[in-house]
């Protein structure tokens, strides 16, 4: 399901500029914390970032969402 902007808006707040993903598998302890930049959405390399859905099921709201560097997110896929 596609992302609305305002909910891309909302979690780019939450997120403060940083990748989301808490997944030790992609090599970091804790938070990754990647410093992302707005203008580079949709991008890999340095900046780059995308919105990501937790679940399915879970609607869309901004928690459900999270932001993630770009190679956090090829890595979830």
Request: hydrophobic share 30%.
């Amino acid at each position: 399901m596609p992302c609305s902007e305002s909910i891309v808006g909302q979690s780019w707040q939450r997120a403060s500029a940083r990748c989301e993903c808490m997944r030790q598998m992609h090599g970091h302890m804790g938070r990754c914390n990647a410093e992302l930049v707005w203008e580079e959405r949709g991008k890999e390399g340095r900046g780059g970032w995308e919105v990501h859905q937790k679940s399915i099921a879970g609607g869309d709201e901004p928690s459900n969402w999270e932001i993630l560097c770009g190679e956090c997110n090829k890595l979830t896929f």
